[in-house]
Structures are given as C-alpha cells and as structure tokens.
C-alpha cells in the first residue's frame, strides 16, 4: 500500500488543472512501453487542453467537462468507449460534475447510450431541477436536449470483451481482474472559482444495476470554493461508506486541516476497511493532494507558472 501526494505551494490569482484516469495495479515492470507512450500522450493532451481553456479566461466547469469527454472518448479509460462491462456484456456508464461557485451539482446513472455521460451530467445541473437520473429517465432527458446517441456497442472496446470473456471463464477471480480507469477532474480558473467532475464505466461485471461512488456527489465528486475539489476513483463500494470527497472537505472546513492531510487521512481510512483507489484534490490556493493506496494512478496536473506533469507509478 502506497500513498503518494504532490504539493504545489499556493501563490496568488493561480490557477489550473489535476486530472486522474483511475487507480489500481499499474507497475511500470508491467506496462508494455507502447502503452505507456499511448497514456503519457493521451493524459498530455487532455492536460493541455484544460489549460487552454482555463488560460483564455475560460471556467473551471467548462475545463472539468471538456477534459473529461476527451478521455471518454479514449477507449485507454474505464469511462464511455473502453468501458467495463456489466455481468450482462453491456456498458453502463456514471458520471457527475459539481460548481464550487453555487455547490450547485449534477450526476447520470446506469446511461447505456449517451456518448458523453459527462455533458449529461452538466445538463442535470444546468436544465433541470434534479441533481441525479438515472437510466432510460436519463437518456430521455439526454434526447430531448439533443445530445449524441450511440448504440452500446460503440463503448466496448476489443479489449474489455476479451477481459469480459476471461471474467465469465473465471467467474470466482473476478476480483482480481484490472478494474482501474475511471476518470476524473478538478480545475480552478482565474475567476477562483473550483469544479470538479468524474466518469466511469464501473466494475467488471457488476450486477443488479450497481452504481458506484463516481455518480455520487459527496462520494466520488465534491467542490466548494470554500475549501477544495476532489473526484476520486477506486472500489466505489467503500468511497460511498466513508463519503469521501466530501469528507476531505469537512476535515478541511471544521478541523482547519491542509489539503494534504485531509485527503490522505481520508485515504487511510479507505484502506483500513478493506478499500482501494485514490483521489485528486486542489484546494482553494491552488494546493495539489494526489494520494493512492494502490500500486500506481494514472494522474497529472498543469498550473499556471509550471509545465504539465504525467505520473502512473507509485
């Protein structure tokens, strides 16, 4: 079990951009060195594109939203095309989003069809009074609105059906096989104003119409420009027990604990009850937490004044 944190020190009018794509058995002694070339230049690309937005004077929603589509779109990702499957061979994706600004929120559940569950989860927020949907409510909602629709095999990869095969052949290790991948954002623009947001295909072959942490605001999302933004990723069951996005929030509100305390606390306890995974945080100075309890995350960050940062291993 390993804990791993950055921490940028905190300076004036800073702003930018912490990005994850999942937590889990990611060992460099592992990686065929074409794949790492291909998350390096993916994790790079989505970097680049959230400062971009945030340097032009754009928000921190909007730099959370387009980041994240882009590694929906990724099939490298557990999140839109390269999900997971459910028990059934199918993608069922969750993703939300939430504005430190209002603490006004918005979160999709069980979407089958919707390319880009993120911009769903936007427009939960934006044009309903809801903070959550779920299923065929959702994808109504979604076409209504407009949005891209796809059929569910445009998120499985070749890839996840062969690892679903070997689950199905294996049904007693499920639990060992790579569930790492889902995504996630927290970014503060100039205005200082933090959003974060999260998307994911779930487990490997969840049942039932499981959902886990990442839909869920306060478990997997949480922003307040009053404290910080957190997505986290890992074994959902146990982030939503803790509460943990908001729960680093708390500590930092009611405690008056720094970010990296907080958010490793937090983490600790996710390990203590038998979890794994890891969160991103950056706090209202612009202060960076990345800590894991797992062999490795993929993760990175880009603030104003540096250079974009890419890390994977413990």
């Known amino acids: 079990m390993f804990l791993m944190t950055v921490m940028l020190n905190g300076q004036d009018n800073k702003f930018g951009i912490v990005i994850h794509g999942g937590a889990g058995k990611i060992v460099k002694g592992n990686m065929n060195p074409?794949?790492?070339?291909?998350?390096?230049?993916?994790?790079?690309?989505?970097?680049?594109?959230?400062?971009?937005i945030l340097s032009g004077g754009g928000s921190s929603l909007d730099a959370v939203q387009a980041v994240i589509k882009i590694m929906e779109n990724s099939p490298l990702f557990n999140a839109g095309k390269g999900a997971v499957l459910t028990e059934k061979g199918v993608a069922e994706l969750d993703a939300s989003i939430m504005d430190g600004k209002t603490l006004a929120a918005g979160a999709v559940a069980g979407i089958k069809h919707v390319k880009s569950p993120i911009t769903l989860a936007r427009l939960v927020m934006e044009k309903s009074p809801h903070i959550m949907m779920i299923g065929d409510g959702a994808e109504e909602f979604a076409k209504q609105n407009d949005l891209?629709?796809?059929?569910?095999?445009y998120f499985i990869t070749k890839e996840r059906w062969e690892s679903y095969q070997k689950a199905i052949k294996r049904e007693e290790e499920k639990k060992k096989i790579e569930k790492h991948g889902t995504v996630g954002a927290v970014a503060l623009d100039k205005n200082g104003n933090i959003a974060a947001g999260t998307s994911t295909g779930g487990m490997m072959m969840k049942k039932f119409g499981r959902v886990g942490d990442a839909p869920i605001i306060g478990a997997g999302t949480?922003?307040?420009?009053?404290?910080?933004?957190?997505?986290?990723?890992?074994?959902?069951?146990?982030f939503i027990r803790i509460g943990v996005a908001k729960d680093i929030s708390a500590m930092m509100e009611y405690k008056g604990m720094k970010l990296l305390d907080a958010s490793e606390a937090v983490i600790k306890k996710v390990g203590e009850l038998g979890g794994y995974g890891g969160v991103i945080c950056m706090d209202k100075d612009g202060n960076i937490s990345m800590p894991f309890n797992t062999e490795g995350m993929y993760r990175g960050y880009y603030m104003s004044g540096g250079k974009p940062v890419v890390l994977m291993y413990e």
């Open 148 to 153: 891209e629709m796809v059929e569910n095999e």
């Open 34 to 52: 074409e794949r790492e070339v291909e998350y390096t230049a993916k994790l790079n690309e989505v970097l680049e594109a959230g400062y971009r």
């Open 222 to 238: 949480y922003a307040n420009n009053n404290t910080c933004g957190v997505s986290a990723t890992g074994s959902g069951e146990y």
